[in-house]
């Protein structure tokens, strides 16, 4: 029986399930503001299919990112979503004389999302920059200073979930059973 059966389904630190979630509901507002727009053009006879073309593109990438960041755990998936929410962020501040309300909860909710996304131990499940180096430094210490000690000692924890990790000599490194990663 291998460890990655043993925990089927996917862990993601609280961050950034809030996150996913807010790409999510991003996605559905889009797609509802598309439509919204679509009706006021109607009522002034203007060609809708724009509007509605383009909420559902940008709905599509909305989710996307949303889907992205929830089933990889790679860099690419962090860059993309810091990207999409700076983009998303510039937006807010450029409209904010146009809908003020709008554009000061777009700012908010943008900058609350890259404040989650950029805690260092959301950085470390992505693998992204000095944070996940500096944890692999303090584990790389702890199973030497474990080597050294004994077996009398508790193994380290997982610096994303605080699972008690697992040391496999076969890599000489440490794994974690929830995340399903090595450290």
Known sequence: MSISNIYPSS???????IVIWIFYASAVLTLLEGFWVAA?????????????????????????AG????????????????????????????????????????????????YLLWRPHV??????????QAIDQTLGQAASALGQAGQGQQ????PVCGTPLVYVAQYKRWYCPKCKRYY
């Open 67 to 114: 889907y992205f960041l929830n089933t990889s755990r790679s860099s690419l998936a962090f860059w993309v979503a810091v990207v999409l929410l700076v983009l998303g962020f510039l937006g807010s501040l450029v409209s904010i004389a146009a809908s003020p309300l709008a554009s000061i909860i777009g700012l908010a909710i943008s900058g609350y999302a890259l």
């Open 155 to 158: 193994p380290p924890r997982c």
């Open 123 to 132: 950085k470390a499940y992505y693998g992204v920059g000095a944070a996940a």
């Open 40 to 64: 006021q053009f109607a009522r002034f006879g203007y060609n809708v299919g724009g509007a509605i073309i383009s909420s559902m593109i940008f709905a599509a990438i909305d989710f996307g």
């Open 11 to 17: 862990y993601h630190p609280r961050e950034v399930q």
